[in-house]
T-cell receptor, first 114, second 118 residues
Framework: DAGVIQSPRHEVTEMGQEVTLRCKPISGHNSLFWYRQTMMRGLELLIYFNNNVPIDDSGMPEDRFSAKMPNASFSTLKIQPSEPRDSAVYFC????????????FGSGTRLTVV | AQKVTQAQTEISVVEKEDVTLDCVYETRDTTYYLFWYKQPPSGELVFLIRRNSFDEQNEISGRYSWNFQKSTSSFNFTITASQVVDSAVYFC???????????????FGQGTILTVHP
């Protein structure tokens, strides 16, 4: 298994631009999570999906952030418009049975907004 | 609501010393899972262990051992005979079990930066 695949690994964009982060979960996993890691706030859960349905998006910082999971093998996290304070590492994770067997993380996307 | 506290922000040891990383958690769920992850300088999050709330047996894996004490809501991690390659940030995490309010939601502590000097 290739694990959780995130793209791009690094993204540098200008303030005000739209940014789309992508994630391919492990085949057979039915839960998908988006986390953001910053020095100040640590690892924060932004949103998670179960069977492609958003279950909890209470961690999404504001309306500029949106996430979709159109099918079991793909999810996106979009920021529009981006701001410098969005600079962080964004991790995607997937699990089977909502974490019953553990969570596998992707390598992360390092986003820099200048 | 769930909460994980790792009181030690940074720990510095010399190679071959034993080191214990503390983790205390809060949850209202009766069933839950506890985890430790390692984040080396390369940045990825590496799974180390998962423990469910009804299994209080301690676990040993090579130089790593974990002590789960439900009575004190603690899940501490010990590295025996530390090595330079153990230098990383270590995260303790908690998720709710089936039927709980935090079912499937993994909450992390703030992490402990471990530096092992040669």
């Amino acid at each position: 298994d290739a694990g959780v695949i995130q793209s791009p690994r690094h993204e540098v964009t200008e303030m005000g631009q739209e940014v789309t982060l992508r994630c391919k979960p492990i085949s057979g996993h039915n839960s998908l999570f988006w986390y953001r890691q910053t020095m100040m706030r640590g690892l924060e859960l932004l949103i998670y999906f179960n069977n492609n349905v958003p279950i909890d998006d209470s961690g999404m910082p504001e309306d500029r952030f949106s996430a979709k999971m159109p099918n079991a093998s793909f999810s996106t996290l979009k920021i529009q418009p981006s701001e410098p304070r969005d600079s962080a590492v964004y991790f995607c994770a997937s699990s089977a049975r909502q974490g019953h067997y553990g969570y596998t993380f992707g390598s992360g996307t390092r986003l820099t907004v200048v | 609501a769930q909460k994980v506290t790792q009181a030690q922000t940074e720990i510095s040891v010399v190679e071959k010393e034993d080191v214990t990383l503390d983790c205390v958690y809060e949850t209202r769920d009766t069933t839950y899972y506890l985890f430790w992850y390692k984040q080396p300088p390369s940045g990825e999050l590496v799974f180390l262990i998962r423990r469910n709330s009804f299994d209080e047996q301690n676990e040993i894996s090579g130089r790593y051992s974990w002590n789960f004490q439900k009575s004190t809501s603690s899940f501490n991690f010990t590295i025996t005979a530390s090595q330079v390659v153990d230098s990383a940030v270590y995260f303790c995490a908690l998720s709710g079990g089936t039927g709980g309010t935090s079912y499937g939601k993994l909450t992390f502590g703030q992490g402990t930066i471990l530096t092992v000097h040669p």
